[in-house]
């Protein structure tokens, strides 16, 4: 059946983890005004397999850097004809791809709403977002193309079933069996972490309190750090894995309890249904805390004593920041005390 121009949707948003999980939800409400519709969404390649779970999206669109992908890129968004494109990134990357799809319908943020306010130069419609979480404005974009939006943000996604038993296979062979909990001590810089070495001792105290091995979710690159936890938590012995997106969320979606920064797994994590304790420090939990839920353990309780957000306090710094050195062990502890007792009585 051929869909209609007007019901023909492309979404841009190119990366990142994080960000893209945040995205779905507004790609659902999407879908629950059109259900017959064509959603699209072009993602950068790195990122494709995690768009690969999102169940209300039609075709995946990976975005390769070289001059010819990504003539061939706009040469296939151009066929395919797109009554309107959200540009649900802001970008003046993301914002020039949706001009050049040519749909002429093209919604975006207003100028004063995005960090390259020219971006909004290739937009046909430009949205002022009223929500304070970055998914809600997100959603505000996907309302002015007649979405309709749901009491509770929804995460369409699917865990496939080979990925799902290769974590299992995998975890059975390091001694790991079905209850344990992930920590991922990553971040995309390191004022957002949280010490190694106070993982391995929250590992260990886990341990030994609940009998729940702990699995380092750990990046290329980030194999000394792995380490350094599997130091710091013995007699424990936390297993340390780098997966890719599809597995990676299989591991997620089956743990007991996740805990990280303001990190993409932490919000994979939770959009997956599974309990999180999110670290948040140079970051406002406001704006990107994890959804639908997520336990938010910070440094302080006082707002005055908390970072200015606005005036970007730690924020994309290379070294810890002093909120997130703040959070003791035992604070965070006794958040997953508190999450455990929940699990239980579930």
């Known amino acids: 059946m051929t869909v209609p121009s007007e019901q023909k949707f492309l979404i841009v948003r190119l990366s990142s983890l994080g960000d893209l999980v945040h995205t779905i939800p507004a790609v659902a409400a999407l879908r629950s005004a059109f259900p017959a519709a064509q959603i699209d969404w072009v993602v950068d390649r790195r990122w494709s397999p995690l768009v690969e779970l999102v169940t209300c999206v039609d075709h995946v669109i990976p975005l390769d850097r070289g001059p010819r992908d990504v003539l061939a890129l706009i040469a296939r968004l151009r066929r395919a004809r797109y009554g309107c494109a959200l540009d649900l990134q802001g970008r003046y990357r993301s914002a020039v791809l949706g001009w050049l799809s040519g749909a002429p319908r093209r919604i975006g943020r207003a100028a004063q709403s995005t960090r390259e306010p020219g971006a909004a130069l290739f937009y046909t419609e430009r949205v002022v977002p009223s929500g304070r979480h970055i998914s809600d404005m997100t959603i505000d974009l996907a309302l002015r193309a007649g979405a309709k939006p749901s009491a509770v943000p929804e995460f369409p996604l699917r865990v496939p079933l080979d990925a799902a038993q290769h974590v299992r296979e995998r975890l059975a062979r390091e001694g790991v069996a079905a209850a344990y909990v992930v920590m991922s001590p990553g971040g995309g810089w390191k004022s957002k972490c949280w010490p190694p070495e106070r993982f391995g001792a929250l590992a260990a105290a886990i341990e030994r309190s609940h009998h729940l091995p702990a699995i380092i979710n750990i990046a290329p690159g980030e194999e000394a750090m792995a380490r350094e936890i599997i130091r710091g938590a013995a007699p424990a012995k936390p ?53 639908p839920r997520g336990l938010v353990v910070q440094a302080a309780s006082d707002p005055s004593q908390l970072p200015d957000y606005v005036r970007g306090d730690y924020v994309r710094q290379n070294s810890y920041s002093p909120v997130m050195l703040a959070i003791s062990v035992n604070r965070v502890l006794a958040a997953v005390e508190q999450e455990i007792t929940v699990i239980q009585s579930a």
Do not use: K, Y
């Open 239 to 291: 297993v340390a894995l780098s997966l890719d997106i599809h597995e990676l969320a299989a591991l997620l979606a089956e743990a007991r309890l996740v805990i990280a920064g303001d990190t993409g797994p932490l919000h994979l994590a939770a959009a997956l249904g599974t309990r999180v304790i999110g670290l948040f420090g140079t970051t406002d939990p406001q704006r990107n805390g994890p959804l």
